[in-house]
T-cell receptor, first 112, second 115 residues
Framework: EPEVTQTPSHQVTQMGQEVILRCVPISNHLYFYWYRQILGQKVEFLVSFYNNEISEKSEIFDDQFSVERPDGSNFTLKIRSTKLEDSAMYFC??????????FGPGTRLTVL | AQSVTQLGSHVSVSEGALVLLRCNYSSSVPPYLFWYVQYPNQGLQLLLKYTTGATLVKGINGFEAEFKKSETSFHLTKPSAHMSDAAEYFCAVTLFSGGYNKLIFGAGTRLAVHP
């Protein structure tokens, strides 16, 4: 069964550094998402992406964040200058036309 | 605006006992509702969903949920808990408008199953 994959599974970085989190959505899916879950808190929507552009973003998704689909398979989330409060589990999800979003296993980002 | 409330951040049951995880939602239009499960160190796996039609929906691993519009609820149940059901469960709502369908999650309920 096809699945969403994410790399790396765990990323440790220093405050102020740039990080890129990578996702490979399910191949025939058209809508792509990033969510995050700070330890002990709920899963929060960050951004949705369709037809090579951002379709919606939350107030969390400020100028430090960007997303890209550089080729036909990858979907990336970049954080330009990480802060301590960016430490969280980041989930990628994808969806085709139907309603269900399929989630990847997540990348745990630790900012020191 | 849509929102989801899950009553009880921790639920503990005995193996073989009924599992009931509560979810209430707020939505100004008919919602689509989902339950996801997260096992330790894993991602979110879809358990079941309600979109339209039959209000009692069955999912994987013997779970089911009933959409009750009058109560704005979508509680998750399983008649007999198994040790392998220990996980965190998230209720989520989305609005299908032909748009981009972000999910709004509840805070989650951690289910413990003891022998």
């Amino acid at each position: 069964e096809p699945e969403v994959t994410q790399t790396p599974s765990h990323q440790v970085t220093q405050m102020g550094q740039e990080v890129i989190l990578r996702c490979v959505p399910i191949s025939n899916h058209l809508y792509f998402y990033w969510y995050r879950q700070i330890l002990g808190q709920k899963v929060e929507f960050l951004v949705s992406f369709y037809n090579n552009e951002i379709s919606e973003k939350s107030e969390i998704f400020d100028d430090q964040f960007s997303v890209e689909r550089p080729d036909g398979s990858n979907f990336t989330l970049k954080i330009r200058s990480t802060k301590l409060e960016d430490s969280a589990m980041y989930f990628c999800a994808s969806r085709r036309e139907q309603d269900t979003q399929y989630f990847g296993p997540g990348t745990r980002l630790t900012v020191l | 605006a849509q929102s989801v409330t899950q009553l009880g951040s921790h639920v503990s049951v005995s193996e073989g006992a009924l599992v009931l995880l509560r979810c209430n939602y707020s939505s100004s239009v008919p919602p689509y509702l989902f339950w996801y499960v997260q096992y330790p160190n894993q991602g979110l796996q879809l358990l079941l969903k309600y979109t339209t039609g039959a209000t009692l929906v069955k999912g994987i691993n013997g779970f089911e949920a009933e959409f009750k519009k009058s109560e704005t609820s979508f509680h998750l149940t399983k008649p007999s808990a198994h040790m392998s059901d220990a996980a965190e469960y998230f209720c989520a709502v989305t609005l299908f408008s032909g748009g981009y369908n972000k999910l709004i999650f509840g805070a989650g309920t951690r289910l413990a199953v003891h022998p």
